[in-house]
């Protein structure tokens, strides 16, 4: 079975400063995908970004970005810039390369605080 | 409404009452999830549908814990007798068909569910 490891629980930056969330994960599988969700206090999980294992150029989504390395099982997530509304719950999540669809597994979560 | 709406956004009851709570997913979507977020943890699978199939009930945490999906749209996940560790927020999901490409999951607000 696949697991997702977020090894920082809580994390802050200063507004405007980059800051990068950490991710590891373990599969067997050599294709899957990769996501990062964003969970503000609306409890709604909000898509952003995502990685598909057999490209290998990183995803970037405006101010959000990755750093994917397959081979040490990586996903790491950067903002730059940070914004105060960029305060939330950050959750790493993998699913599997399936012709149907697989539900996700999750990381228990990184809490991100944006300092004024 | 253009996204998965759940309903009640909250639940209080007592230990050993049923409770029922509902997903209605974005209209068109064939993939449906349930997750279980406990206080301070990653989001925890449930269930999931697929179309006509049988649903992967792999996640369910013990029989007391049901869902069905009526008419391949609307959802109900059913909790009987419930017990204090029951308490979490209830998330469901829904993603597009299979062969759309990544097919990301889309979520509700979930359903906060305590139980005295």
């Known amino acids: 079975a696949q697991t997702v490891t977020q090894s920082q629980p809580e994390m802050s930056v200063q507004e405007a400063e980059t800051v990068t969330l950490s991710c590891t994960y373990d599969t067997s599988e050599s294709d899957y995908y990769l996501f990062w969700y964003k969970q503000p206090p609306s409890r709604q999980m909000i898509l952003v970004i995502r990685?598909?294992?057999?490209?290998?150029q990183n995803a970037t989504e405006n101010r959000f970005s990755v750093n994917f390395q397959k081979a040490a099982k990586s996903f790491s997530l950067k903002i730059s810039d940070s914004q105060l509304g960029d305060a939330a719950m950050y959750f790493c999540a993998y699913r599997s390369w399936n012709s149907g669809n697989t539900p996700l597994v999750f990381g228990k979560g990184t809490r991100l605080s944006v300092i004024a | 409404g253009a996204g998965v709406s759940q309903s009640p956004s909250n639940k209080v009851t007592e230990k050993g009452k049923d409770v029922e709570l509902r997903c209605d997913p974005i209209?068109?979507?064939?993939?449906l999830y349930w997750y279980r977020q406990s206080l301070g943890q990653g989001l925890e699978f449930l269930i999931y549908f697929q179309g006509n199939s049988a649903p992967d009930k792999s996640g369910l945490p013990s029989d007391r814990f049901s869902a069905e999906r009526t008419g391949g749209s609307v959802s109900t996940l059913t909790i009987q007798r419930t017990q204090q560790e029951d308490s979490a927020v209830y998330l469901c999901?829904?993603?597009?068909?299979?062969?759309?490409?990544?097919?990301?999951?889309?979520f509700g607000d979930g359903t906060r569910l305590s139980i005295l």
């Open positions: 990685q598909e294992a057999y490209k290998q």
């Open positions: 999901a829904s993603s597009p068909s299979p062969g759309q490409g990544m097919r990301p999951q889309h």
């Open positions: 209209s068109g979507h064939t993939a």
